[in-house]
């Protein structure tokens, strides 16, 4: 199975690179090939809304490294999005590629997948990551993909916070049963 992560922090050794880390680990194991690609790495524009792509056979006016994410997104059988909690959402770097999808929505929502979220925050609020939760199950229901799964690692400021807690064998799981 193919798997594609997708990370959002600006961080290459964060709390949420350490649990990307683990969920390959568990997907390697088990045999996936699996796609990892730092988003906040690349040069992405953010969606102009010109609508360029729907008159155009989905392509964008933008020639940039989307262009190296569309073939992934389009072959994965299963796609991970990894992001620390950013005013309680996903961070802007993840989500300006989450809505360049829109340039081959009609290709995603035909094209079946799972979607897996895996997310870190520092408070330790039951609710702190309830609005990122409904983004997720929103995006899932949309593009016609089914929830994985999730890992919240709440009351994780950095790395160091996670040493003691469960949440890095919860993610390698995650990846074995993807
Ligand atoms: C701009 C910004 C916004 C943040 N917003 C929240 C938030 O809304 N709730 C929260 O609990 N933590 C918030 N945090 C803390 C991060 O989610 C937390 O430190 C996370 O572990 C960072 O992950 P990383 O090291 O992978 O980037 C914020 C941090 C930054 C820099």
């Known amino acids: 199975m193919k798997v594609l992560i997708l990370t959002g922090s600006p961080h290459s050794r964060g709390t949420t690179a350490l649990l990307a880390d683990e969920v390959c680990v568990g997907a390697k194991d088990t045999g996936h ?17 010109c609508y360029h792509c729907r008159d155009n056979d989905g392509r964008c006016v933008y020639d940039d490294d989307m262009t190296q994410i569309y073939p992934h997104i ?16 996903m961070t802007a770097q993840l989500k300006r590629v989450i809505d360049r999808f829109f340039a081959i929505n009609p290709l995603l929502r035909k094209t079946p997948k799972r979607l897996y ?3 870190a925050c520092g408070d330790k609020d039951d ?38 807690s469960d949440y890095p064998k919860l993610a390698r799981d995650l990846g074995m049963e993807l």
């Open 33 to 49: 090939e699996v796609i990892r690609i730092e988003t906040a790495k690349l040069n992405v524009h953010p969606c102009l809304g």
């Open 74 to 89: 389009l072959t994965a059988d299963a796609v991970v999005l990894v992001t620390p909690l950013y005013y309680f959402g």
């Open 117 to 119: 979220l895996i997310a």
């Open 127 to 164: 609710w702190a990551m309830d609005a990122l939760v409904i983004h997720y199950q929103t995006l899932c229901r949309y593009l016609n993909w089914q929830e994985g799964g999730k890992v919240l690692a709440i009351g994780a400021y950095t790395r160091e916070d996670l040493k003691d």
